[in-house]
């Protein structure tokens, strides 16, 4: 939704309502590989594996196969970022985050459930000390956050089948230094660096359907629209579409098989669709564009690809597919314990390094361990663990004056969450 007159007191609203850290940063691109300790046991493998009443992020229509209850979750991650321009290096300061994540879920009647769910759909942080594109313009870095309120409503066609509807709405703060450098490139330069924090809001919907085939077999499919935000007017000189930044569209398809009564099997499929959202598709800076930015004879600009333009530099990014596993052994009835893998190419071509060195999500395997104990029938307390692999990009000859650009990371994140069934 664009132009509404309260997108910022909507947006502050519900990132305050997160208790929000500065900036969050995911990991297939910019999204989160799971929501809750449970799902991210598992890789995030939970379109047709609903476990707690955050199922509702992944697809609406879980929450018809959860117990009702409360899901409090709390992530401690921490990406590890290294970039490198020429023979400039840094290593990005920032590397601890706290990431809230709240469901809560309530039976209306036989057929309907009503869910609530606020948590991190992802975003992007870097805090280098040192200005990689050109020192006099002070540090670099970037901050981006996105949080999502989701009511749910879900509707049991029957015992084995189920559809539910989502309204996303979205908030998003986003903030840059140390880009003054291509002024020159932009198409408003004085809405392009160190302009503080800027809120955006939007809204877009998730619809899901899951079905049990065989008391062993399910399958689920959600599809989630592009969450139309405002645009983020601070930096208007920036971003594609003077300062749009819409959070892209996303399907998943998945099955679980439950191959004993204690061991479960699950399986996604994720396609995100990063290329369609111009501000991060757009493709980054040639070379000539690049010499425009530092006033190096010969070397122009078109008016329409400047910075903050329709068509402007972006960053490249592309579509890409998620493939989530995930198993679940439960050992008796106070302890279970889960573990996936979770594969994803990098959104980001070796040809785009250099506007990535200000959010590097190049991150494309992960493993994860879970365990769960329930006290009593009522509350359940489980943990979650996530590696991310170490990965790297290069160019040898970035656009940046031919200077080689390199960026590397690697994450390790800790889910804790409190359930409580009603």
């Known amino acids: 939704m664009r132009g509404f007159h309260s997108n910022k007191l909507v947006a502050g609203a519900i990132v305050a309502g997160l208790a929000f850290a500065p900036a969050v940063y995911a990991t297939a691109g910019y999204f989160q590989i799971g929501y809750g ?25 879980g929450i018809s196969f959860v117990a009702p209850g409360l899901d409090a979750d709390l992530r401690l991650f921490s990406p590890i ?4 321009l020429g023979a400039t290096r840094d290593r990005s300061a920032r590397d601890l985050f706290l990431i809230p994540n709240v469901g809560y879920t309530k039976e209306l009647n036989e057929k309907l459930r ?3 769910a606020l948590y991190s759909n992802g975003g992007m942080n870097t805090n280098y000390g040192t200005n990689l594109f ?16 989701a009511p749910t409503l879900s509707y049991k066609i029957n015992d084995n089948q189920s559809i539910g509807i989502s309204p996303l709405i979205g908030a998003q703060r986003f903030s840059i230094r140390g880009v003054g450098a291509f002024g020159r490139i932009s198409s408003d ?19 899901g359907w899951m079905g049990r085939f065989t008391p062993k077999l399910s399958f689920g499919l959600a599809y989630a629209t592009k969450i139309y935000m405002s645009k983020f007017s601070r930096y208007s000189g920036l971003f594609a579409e003077s300062g749009g930044f819409d959070v892209p569209a996303n399907f998943t398809a998945g099955l679980a098989l439950q191959a004993t009564p204690a061991l479960t099997f699950a399986f996604d499929a994720q396609r995100i ?16 564009e690049i010499g425009a930015a530092f006033a190096i004879p010969g070397k122009t600009i078109a008016a329409g690809r400047k910075l903050g333009a329709g068509n402007g530099i972006g960053f490249g990014w592309k579509s890409i597919w998620v493939y989530k596993f995930g198993a679940r052994y439960r050992v008796n009835d106070r302890w279970t314990v889960r573990a996936g893998f979770s594969h994803n190419d990098s959104p980001i071509p070796d040809s785009e390094v250099l506007m990535n060195i200000l959010a590097p999500g190049t991150i494309e395997n992960h493993v994860t361990l879970g365990l769960s104990f329930r006290p009593n029938r009522q509350s359940e307390l489980t943990a979650a663990y996530m590696h991310a692999f170490h990965h790297s990009q290069r160019n040898a000859s970035t656009a940046f004056l031919g200077a080689p650009g390199r960026w590397a990371m690697h994450q390790n994140a800790l889910n804790i969450t409190y359930s409580r069934n009603f």
């Open 81 to 84: 970022r290294n970039a490198s």
């Open 114 to 116: 009503l869910g609530i």
């Open 37 to 61: 300790a449970k799902s991210v046991g598992m890789a995030g493998a939970g379109v047709a594996n609903p476990q707690d009443t955050l199922a509702t992020a992944a697809n609406p229509a």
């Open 273 to 288: 669709f990063y290329g369609d959202v111009p501000s991060i598709a757009n493709p980054g800076p040639t070379a000539t």
């Open 134 to 149: 050109a020192a006099p313009f002070g540090k670099l870095g970037v901050d981006l956050s996105q949080a999502i309120f």
């Open 189 to 207: 330069p004085g809405s392009l660096s160190n302009r503080g924090a800027d809120l955006a809001a939007g809204i877009g919907a998730r619809i």
